[in-house]
T-cell receptor
Framework: TQLLEQSPQFLSIQEGENLTVYCNSS?????LQWYRQEPGEGPVLLVTVVTGGEVKKLKRLTFQFGDARKDSSLHITAAQPGDTGLYLCAGVRVAGNMLTFGGGTRLMVKP | KAGVTQTPRYLIKTRGQQVTLSCSPISGHRSVSWYQQTPGQGLQFLFEYFSETQRNKGNFPGRFSGRQFSNSRSEMNVSTLELGDSALYLC??????????????FGPGTRLTVL
């Protein structure tokens, strides 16, 4: 059982479309991170959100941390084929240097 | 600055054998964590080492063990391999463990196949 539930698990869209990926938990986290993983590589950190209600923008990517620090979302505007990959959310608990990862969302953006 | 390196990249073993995987963290990083990634279970935490001490351990059987050397390089060992141990094993290093901005820098992983 995943402590962090990501949805959807798979997403296939056309270039130019918008999408949102959700990461939900019943647990409170100190902070939450989003990683992207491409085939044959390890995950790479995109962003860390720390404060409840926080919104961070990274070019066409917008990340939001829920007010209660239990959930987060990633919104991509005008998706491009280069956005294709596995998106992972990870909950951080400061007490214990351990990340809890969600199951991942596999995104494919078709040209 | 060189990234996290893992060796070997690919490994094929048979049931009952044991295997040792190696990880060299980014220079200056003292925290090394290991994760197992499978299609069914996703990314699961195995253990974390800091200054040669195991600080945290995930919910894996005792067949999975690890160690860290004084130069922060780490190894993980899996004994009596089972088919279900087939996975991508990822190592990650961090310069800021135990903080809100605990960025994990991942290596490319070792793909282990157990036949």
């Amino acid at each position: 059982t995943q402590l962090l539930e990501q949805s959807p698990q798979f997403l296939s869209i056309q270039e130019g479309e918008n999408l949102t990926v959700y990461c939900n938990s019943s647990s409170v986290f100190s902070s939450l991170q989003w990683y992207r993983q491409e085939p044959g590589e390890g995950p790479v950190l995109l962003v860390t959100v720390v404060t409840g209600g926080e919104v961070k923008k990274l070019k066409r990517l917008t990340f939001q941390f829920g007010d209660a620090r239990k959930d987060s979302s990633l919104h991509i505007t005008a998706a491009q084929p280069g956005d294709t990959g596995l998106y992972l959310c990870a909950g951080v608990r400061v007490a214990g240097n351990m990340l809890t990862f969600g199951g991942g969302t596999r995104l494919m953006v078709k040209p | 600055k060189a990234g996290v390196t893992q060796t070997p990249r690919y490994l094929i073993k048979t049931r009952g054998q044991q295997v040792t995987l190696s990880c060299s963290p980014i220079s200056g990083h003292r925290s090394v964590s290991w994760y197992q990634q499978t299609p069914g279970q996703g990314l699961q935490f195995l253990f974390e080492y800091f200054s040669e001490t195991q600080r945290n351990k995930g919910n894996f059987p005792g067949r999975f063990s690890g160690r860290q050397f004084s130069n922060s390089r780490s190894e993980m060992n899996v004994s009596t391999l089972e088919l279900g141990d087939s996975a991508l094993y990822l190592c990650a290093s961090s310069s800021s463990p135990g903080t809100l901005y605990n960025e994990q820098f991942f290596g490319p992983g070792t793909r282990l196949t157990v036949l």
